[in-house]
């Protein structure tokens, strides 16, 4: 197994990792994110419908794009969980608000749970989140859920984010939320220095 890009143990989750997506031959994790990001629940991901080799050739031109990247969540060994980090100017949402300096967009899918964990999608987000604000030049977060997500509003409001208007995207119309590191930092301590343990 290749090394991680960042580890990290939570008391309630065991040990969490973040490596980029494999989008090589062997295409191992892309047939695992396939059959995620083609169900019903995935579906504001507008990937539902392509062909695993259009989801390759998608991730790729991502991949050489260098403002979009795509990464593979795990906890212990098992994928939990497929997250996006982009540049909000190359996006449709960068249409929508007024980009500042240092904002990065985060998109997380987790994998199908069954049964459901509940409170699962705030805790790992609150894992991953100190790792994301651990590159200095990220100032400020941006997400997009969809407007009827009460629930995603609300996990959002608790962690820190400040909601604001409500937008039409490809697709959905969404609510723009924003954490800056300011307030992050005033909530948890960021992870001074990635661990590949």
């Known amino acids: 197994m290749r090394v991680p890009a960042w580890t990290t143990s939570d008391p309630e989750l065991g040990r969490v990792s973040v490596a980029p997506l494999q989008t090589g031959p062997d295409g191992s994790e892309l047939a695992l994110v396939h059959s995620w990001v083609g169900s019903?629940?995935?579906?504001?991901?507008?990937?539902?419908?392509?062909s695993p080799q259009e989801l390759a050739e998608r991730y790729r031109e991502l991949e050489r794009r260098g403002t979009h990247h795509a990464w593979l969540v795990r906890i212990g060994d098992q994928p939990v969980g497929l997250l996006h980090t982009f540049s909000p100017q190359d996006h449709p949402v960068g249409r929508c608000y007024p980009v500042q300096p240092g904002d990065l967009g985060i998109?997380?899918?987790?994998?199908?749970?069954?049964?459901?964990?509940?409170?699962?999608?705030?805790?790992?987000?609150?894992?991953?989140?100190?790792?994301?604000?651990?590159?200095?030049?990220?100032?400020?977060?941006?997400?997009?859920?969809?407007?009827?997500?009460?629930?995603?509003?609300?996990?959002?409001?608790?962690?820190?984010?400040?909601?604001g208007p409500v937008v039409q995207l490809p697709g959905k119309q969404a609510v723009l939320a924003?954490?800056?590191?300011?307030?992050f930092e005033d909530r948890q301590p960021v992870a001074s220095t990635p661990s590949t343990a």
């Open 40 to 50: 019903e629940r995935a579906r504001y991901w507008e990937m539902a419908g392509a």
């Open 107 to 163: 998109q997380l899918l987790l994998a199908p749970a069954d049964p459901p964990r509940p409170g699962f999608t705030g805790r790992l987000a609150g894992v991953v989140t100190p790792w994301i604000f651990a590159d200095p030049a990220v100032r400020r977060l941006v997400v997009e859920p969809d407007a009827r997500d009460q629930r995603a509003l609300a996990r959002l409001t608790r962690t820190g984010f400040t909601l």
């Open 178 to 183: 924003f954490l800056d590191r300011e307030r």
